[in-house]
């Protein structure tokens, strides 16, 4: 019985694994609700991207543990994506009182966080971690780095909050020397 429920288990992370966009891909446009320093506004991907690449990360629940831990991470790491001209968003299938109280406590008034609790743009994203049956329950932790033409230039899955933060400024950083040549 454990190996069954073992396999199964192994089979829906696997399939999520796989289900993230690629690079190259075409962003998915969007609008959401959205909070940053506990204040309320409308996000829009396309106004983002006339300002420069677009960090979105995608997360399960706020004021969880890793959730936390990597928004400490991305508010810490805010000026460096803003010297590079890029931009970061949060989103997951919270309501916006709780991405209002997550924006300030967590993401240290820095980055916006987006409320999806419909599941519109984690499903557009391909973002949803989907439970046989019930659907989408929350949202993957997958990052994924945007260029202003729209295209996305990085997605990562991982489970753990660092290698998202690493990779976007990695891939940031390419992208904005590339500009320069």
Request: hydrophobic letters at 45%.
């Amino acid at each position: 019985m454990r190996v069954i429920a073992a396999a199964a288990l192994l089979t829906l992370v696997s399939s999520a694994a796989l289900a993230a966009l690629k690079p190259g891909d075409a962003a998915p446009d969007f609008s959401l609700e959205a909070a940053q320093g506990g204040k309320e506004f409308s996000f829009s991907l396309r106004q983002a991207l006339e300002k420069g690449p677009v960090v979105l990360y995608f997360y399960p629940k706020s004021f969880t543990s890793v959730c936390t831990l990597e928004a400490h991470e991305f508010a810490e790491a805010m000026e460096q994506f803003a010297a590079m001209g890029a931009s970061v968003i949060g989103v997951s299938s919270d309501k916006i009182a709780t991405q209002r109280e997550f924006s300030t406590k967590e993401c240290r008034d820095k980055f916006p966080v987006g409320a999806d609790p419909g599941f519109k743009v984690i499903n557009a994203y391909d973002a949803g971690f989907k439970v046989p049956v019930a659907g989408a329950m929350f949202a993957n932790r997958i990052s994924y780095v945007i260029a202003p033409d729209g295209k996305i230039l990085s997605a990562v899955e991982d489970s753990g909050a660092t290698k998202h933060i690493e990779n976007a400024l990695a891939v940031v950083r390419r992208w904005r020397d590339a500009q320069r040549k």
